[in-house]
Nanobody, 125 residues
């Protein structure tokens, strides 16, 4: 069965770093573009970053630009979100999502067929 599993979340102090992983099983990420989303309590889900499967083109929300880096390792069938200089407002449940197709670009908040269960990120002192 198709499955995405996020990991790497936890509690971190402001200014700290975390690396989230999104491991795929049941399908090959080579044929999917990947998006990272987050949802804080009482707020709408928002697109954080995305990466295409042609050329590895990336996009970032303005709020995380320069602090977060998305990458993919097709050999490991895994996508990562490196998060540096974390702020309390980054606190949310983070989800990865996949959309089948051949994409040379990605759009934040675009349509995705498959979703993980999410991993909690809490930034607090």
């Amino acid at each position: 069965q198709l499955q995405l599993v996020e990991s790497g979340g936890g509690l971190v102090q402001p200014g700290g770093s975390l690396r989230l992983s999104c491991a795929a099983s049941g399908f090959t990420l080579d044929y999917y573009r990947i998006g990272w989303f987050r949802q804080a309590p009482g707020k709408e889900r928002e697109g954080v970053s995305c990466i295409s499967n042609i050329g590895g083109i990336t996009n970032y929300a303005e709020s995380v630009e320069g602090r977060f880096t998305i990458s993919r390792d097709n050999a490991k069938n895994t996508v990562y979100l490196q998060m540096n200089s974390l702020k309390p407002e980054d606190t949310a449940i983070y989800y990865c999502a996949a959309q089948h197709g051949m994409y040379s670009a990605c759009v934040l908040g675009g349509f995705y067929d498959y979703w993980g269960q999410g991993t909690q990120v809490t930034v607090s002192s």
